[in-house]
Nanobody, 127 residues
């Protein structure tokens, strides 16, 4: 199993930036594809960004392409989500997620693909 702990959420004005971090621990974090998923109040969890084990492959939801960047530091077992040009509609709880992957290049692109979750960090964007 892998444990995930997010940090970096907060309150920011529209147009601002935040960087989320997720530290993974437990059994072989480096063997997991990682992702970020968000859930707005009253709505389902939606995929935001994903990254392969190697870190070379990434994918994004259309709503965040060009504004968000996912990256990982396998030496530190940490995944990041750099969020720029934030909008009020980005307000949500952001969850770090992981799924063990046999292939270094696989990116999972739906929330239900992931089997491990952090507790989430709140991001609020004011207009």
């Amino acid at each position: 199993q892998v444990q995930l702990v997010e940090s970096g959420g907060g309150l920011v004005q529209a147009g601002g930036s935040l960087r989320l971090s997720c530290v993974a621990s437990g059994s072989n974090p480096g063997l997991h594809s990682m992702g970020w998923v968000r859930q707005a109040p009253g709505k389902e969890r939606l995929f935001v960004a994903g990254i392969s084990r190697s870190g070379l492959n990434t994918d994004y939801a259309d709503s965040v392409k060009g504004r968000f960047t996912i990256s990982r530091d396998n030496a530190e077992n940490t995944v990041y989500l750099q969020m720029n040009s934030l909008k009020p509609e980005d307000t949500a709880v952001y969850y770090c997620a992981a799924r063990i992957s046999s292939f270094q290049g696989t990116v999972y692109t739906t929330a239900t693909d992931y089997g491990y979750w952090g507790h989430g960090t709140q991001v609020t964007v004011s207009s």
